[in-house]
């Protein structure tokens, strides 16, 4: 595995936030009627998703390590309801 500088995971989740942020924008609009549904608007919305995905990849990539186990458990997905008890 490589080890890329902190300036480069800085980029890359600077740029999958700005998108994720732009395509929720637009997505917003979209549903407040502010801009017509297209074919294009309609392509567009699952990259948020996917963007989002990629922006918590670039931060536990660069902060996780030095997080330690908490890092690592904060990062992780929640468990089902089903599996996990709050008693």
Do not use: D, W
């Amino acid at each position: 595995m490589s080890h890329h500088s902190p300036a480069t995971f800085h980029r890359i989740g600077a740029v999958a936030g700005g998108g994720t942020a732009a395509i929720l924008l637009v997505n917003a609009a979209k549903r407040a009627e502010v801009i017509p549904t297209t074919a294009v608007t309609q392509l567009v919305a699952p990259l948020a998703q996917i963007l989002a995905l990629a922006l918590i990849t670039v931060l536990y990539l660069a902060y996780g390590r030095r997080a330690g186990t908490f890092g690592l458990v904060g990062s992780s997905p929640s468990c089902p309801t089903t599996r996990c008890s709050t008693r």
